[in-house]
């Protein structure tokens, strides 16, 4: 990373860094996905498109129809790579998996827990049934990333994350020992912990949001429906942990931002759909917690370095530049017919791209 205009050793007043990606990253579709798309193009590279749509998007020949969808939305002149996943069922069969790798547009398979999160309900009930789809993806070299949180209602939502480790995540990692794992949006110590002792094979994304708030950002003082997503926000000895992992240059950890638009209305109701928008400024929002832990530094290895590292992928080629500059975030984008509420709607982010 290069520095210019240095404020001080630690503070500089603008950064480059080569082009980041997103790895884990929700669009949707139709007039929804126009709206969105845009604002993770002219960030990023590429960026991992999650499949939870309705219906899910499992099976290869969907992803391609979804992918084209994508590319219409973005027009001829963007180089932008959407990086399409497949849905993981019970009955995946482990066939699908080599179309998926026969096509060269499938990057990876999403595990969710059935019942887990949005779109979830035709996700996985028990993952020994899908024991000869994940032994051809290892053998294959396909990924597999991990929504890691358990659904019995017996587990506190706080501990869901940890009960998934202990319950599933080491049996999954025992069992494929040189499966591709990326543990998603991970939001505890005890994920930190894992991923960093388990093999090379296993790596984690971490969203912006979990790295710049704890619960009480969305529980004090009133409950805060556009700061609640799955997995849920933590306390603040959790988000210090990811954060001191985030900024520790360890390479099994890289930017995935998990931006889940949801309409206005969809958020402000007695039952409120879990996710953030933060595509608009993904960037600027890891600098802004980069920088609150005085490791700007670390910013390009994290978005731009790691995950294509593990993902066996290039580097991208250019480079962006960021200055430290206030801006306030509009109340509300928009988001196909409706209206979406940005991150810090109507405040301040402290970094802003300029080229
Ligand atoms: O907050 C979230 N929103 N977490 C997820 O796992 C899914 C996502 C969505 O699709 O809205
Ligand atoms: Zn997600």
Same mark, same amino acid.
């Given at each position: 990373m290069s520095n210019s205009q240095k404020s001080s050793?630690?503070?500089?007043?603008?950064?480059?860094?080569?082009r980041p990606d997103d790895w884990h990253l929700h669009i949707r579709d139709g007039a929804g996905l126009k709206s969105v798309i845009p604002f993770t193009a002219r960030q990023c590279g590429r960026a991992i498109i999650m499949p939870n749509l309705t219906p899910p998007v499992t099976t290869t020949r969907?992803?391609?129809t979804y992918q084209q969808t994508i590319f219409d939305a973005l027009g001829k002149n963007s180089d932008f790579q959407p990086l399409m996943t497949l849905y993981l069922t019970d009955s995946t069969p482990a066939e699908e998996i080599?179309?998926?790798?026969?096509?060269?547009?499938?990057?990876?398979?999403?595990?969710?827990p059935a019942g887990a999160t949005t779109n979830s309900d035709a996700g996985v009930t028990d993952i020994k049934k899908c024991y000869q789809t994940l032994e051809m993806m290892?053998?294959?070299?396909?990924?597999?990333?991990?929504?890691?949180?358990?659904?019995h209602q017996d587990?506190?939502?706080?501990?869901?994350e940890k009960s998934f480790?202990?319950?599933?995540l080491e049996l999954i990692v025992r069992d494929f020992p040189e499966l591709k794992v990326v543990f998603e949006h991970i939001t505890t110590s005890d994920a930190v912990d894992f991923v960093i002792?388990?093999?090379?094979? !296993?790596?984690?994304?971490?969203?912006? *949001?979990?790295? /710049?708030?704890?619960?009480?950002?969305?529980? !004090?003082?009133?409950?805060?429906?556009? *700061?609640?997503? /799955?997995?849920v926000l933590k306390r603040e000895t959790h988000r210090e942990a990811l954060m001191k992992a985030t900024a520790s240059g360890n390479n099994?950890?890289?930017?995935?931002?998990?931006?889940?638009?949801?309409?206005?209305?969809?958020?402000e109701t007695a039952c409120g759909c879990a996710g953030m928008f933060t595509a608009f400024a993904a960037i600027e929002l890891y600098a802004e917690a980069f920088d609150n832990a005085d490791a700007l530094d670390k910013l390009e290895q994290f978005s731009s370095l790691n995950g294509p590292l593990f993902y066996g992928l290039a580097v991208n080629s250019d480079k962006i530049t960021l200055q430290r500059e206030k801006w306030t975030v509009p109340e509300s984008y928009k988001f196909g017919d409706d209206v979406v509420i940005p991150l810090r709607a109507g405040q301040t982010i402290n970094w802003k791209i300029v080229s």
């Open positions: 050793s630690h503070s500089p007043s603008s950064i480059s860094i080569i969907r992803a391609q080599k179309t998926a790798i026969n096509s060269g547009i499938i990057s990876a398979v999403k595990l969710y290892q053998k294959l070299g396909l990924p597999l990333l991990v929504h890691g949180e358990v659904t587990i506190d939502i706080f501990d869901r480790i202990d319950q599933r002792e388990s093999s090379s094979y !296993v790596a984690a994304t971490i969203t912006a *949001h979990h790295l /710049l708030m704890n619960r009480n950002d969305m529980l !004090v003082g009133g409950i805060k429906p556009h *700061h609640y997503c /799955l997995p099994k950890f890289f930017m995935g931002t998990d931006s889940a638009p949801h309409s206005k209305h969809n958020k």
